[in-house]
C-alpha cells in the first residue's frame, strides 16, 4: 500500500464563462498549450470555438481561430501544443487535421486527411512534442499514436485496438512529461499507457479496479521532472496523482476560489454579488445526488469536467475544466 502525500496544493484559479467569439474568457476550454509564459487556452464550445491567450497574471491578450471550415478556422478542436520555437498545433477530430500558427496567432498551415493508412487520421484527439519538435498525434478511432515532423511528414506509428499492453480503445490525450517519456489516455480501457519517444511500452497506471487509485474515462495525463504523473480523471471529476512506480499517491476534488475576472464582475454588477452572498455553495445534497457528476454540479468549487492537464517549468500544475469554463492551478 502506497502512502498518501500532499503533493499537489492550491494556488489559484483563471477563468470565467465567455460564450462570445471575442474577449475574455473561456467557453468549455478542453486543453492549453504554454509558451514564453503565456497560456493558450483551446475553447470546444460550438459556434465559439477558438484559442484564448492569457497569463498567470490573468491579463487577457488575445484570442485566434474561429468556428467554422476553412484555414485556421475549428469545428471540434481536442488538444493543443506548442514546438519549442512557439508554433501553435490545433488537432480537430471533425476535420482530420492539424492546424499550426505562430506564436501571435497568425495562421501558417495545415496538414492530415482522413483514413487508416500510416499518416492518415481518423478523429484525432491528443497532440504532444517532444524536446526534439517531433509531433505525437492520438489517432482516436485508429486506435493508435502518430508521430510526425513538425510539417506533418510521418515517421512511425504504434498500437491497435484491444485492451493488452501497447493497444488501446478509444485513447483520448497524450503528452510528453518533463522526465522525457509519453503518457497516452486510454480512454475506453479506463488507464494510463507510458511509452518511450520510439513507442516501447513501458508500463500501465490506474485502471478501472473499484479502489482509491482507479480511473474513470481519463482524458490527459502529465509527468512532472520526478516522475509523478497527474491525471484529469473525468469520469470521477477528480485529478488522480500517481508515484514514478505507479502506486496512487493522492486525489484532487478542486478548492476552486473566484478568479480576478470573476471578481471583477461581481464588483460590477452589485445584484449578483448580493446572491452570490446569500446563497450556500457548498450544499448537503439529497442522497440521490451519489455520483462524482451529479455532486460536481452542485458544489462550485470542485471540479466538474476535468479535460486537461499541464505542467510547466515552474512547478505549477493547470487543471482545466471544460464545464465550469476555468483552470485550477496547483504548486507541485
Known amino acids: 500500500m502506497v ?56 491579463d487577457y491578450i488575445n484570442e485566434f481561430g474561429t468556428y467554422g471550415h476553412g484555414d485556421g478556422q475549428f469545428w471540434l478542436p481536442t488538444g493543443i501544443t506548442s514546438s519549442s520555437t512557439g508554433t501553435i498545433l490545433v488537432c480537430d477530430e471533425h476535420h482530420n487535421r492539424i492546424s499550426k500558427f505562430s506564436e501571435d496567432g497568425t495562421y501558417l498551415s495545415n496538414w492530415g486527411n482522413h483514413g487508416s493508412d500510416a499518416g492518415q487520421l481518423n478523429g484525432p484527439s491528443g497532440i504532444t512534442v517532444d ?41 483520448w490525450g497524450i503528452s510528453v512529461g518533463l522526465d522525457g517519456y509519453v503518457y497516452v489516455t486510454d480512454w475506453g480501457n479506463d488507464r494510463i499507457q507510458k511509452f518511450d519517444t520510439n513507442g516501447s511500452f513501458i508500463s500501465v497506471i490506474g ?45 484532487l476534488r478542486g478548492e476552486a476560489t473566484l478568479s480576478k475576472w470573476a471578481q471583477e464582475f461581481l464588483d460590477a454588477n452589485p445584484d449578483e454579488s448580493t446572491q452570490r452572498e446569500i446563497s450556500n455553495l457548498k450544499p448537503d445534497l439529497p442522497k440521490h445526488f451519489n455520483t462524482p457528476y451529479l455532486i460536481s454540479t452542485q458544489i462550485e468549487a470542485y471540479f466538474w469536467g476535468p479535460s486537461s492537464v499541464v505542467i510547466d517549468n515552474n512547478s505549477k500544475l493547470y487543471v482545466i475544466e471544460s464545464s465550469r469554463h476555468r483552470i485550477q492551478i496547483y504548486n507541485i
Open 3 to 58: 502512502t498518501q502525500i500532499e503533493k499537489a496544493t492550491y494556488n489559484k484559479t483563471i477563468g470565467i464563462t465567455n460564450n462570445n467569439p471575442l474577449g475574455r474568457g473561456f467557453a468549455h476550454p478542453v486543453d492549453m498549450a504554454i509558451f514564453n509564459d503565456k497560456f493558450y487556452v483551446l475553447n470546444k464550445h460550438p459556434v465559439f470555438a477558438r484559442v484564448g491567450v492569457c497569463n498567470y497574471k490573468e
Open 131 to 171: 524536446m526534439e519538435d517531433n509531433v505525437y498525434v492520438v489517432d482516436q478511432y485508429n486506435h493508435r499514436i502518430q508521430k510526425f515532423s513538425l510539417n506533418g511528414d510521418f515517421i512511425t506509428t504504434w498500437g491497435e485496438h484491444g485492451e493488452k499492453k501497447s493497444q488501446f480503445d478509444h485513447p
Open 207 to 251: 485502471g478501472p479496479n473499484k479502489n482509491e487509485g482507479s480511473l474513470n474515462k481519463p482524458a490527459k495525463a502529465a509527468a512532472d521532472k520526478d516522475g509523478y504523473v497527474y491525471v484529469a480523471d473525468w469520469g470521477n471529476e477528480s485529478v488522480k496523482i500517481y508515484s514514478p512506480e505507479g502506486g496512487h499517491v493522492q486525489s
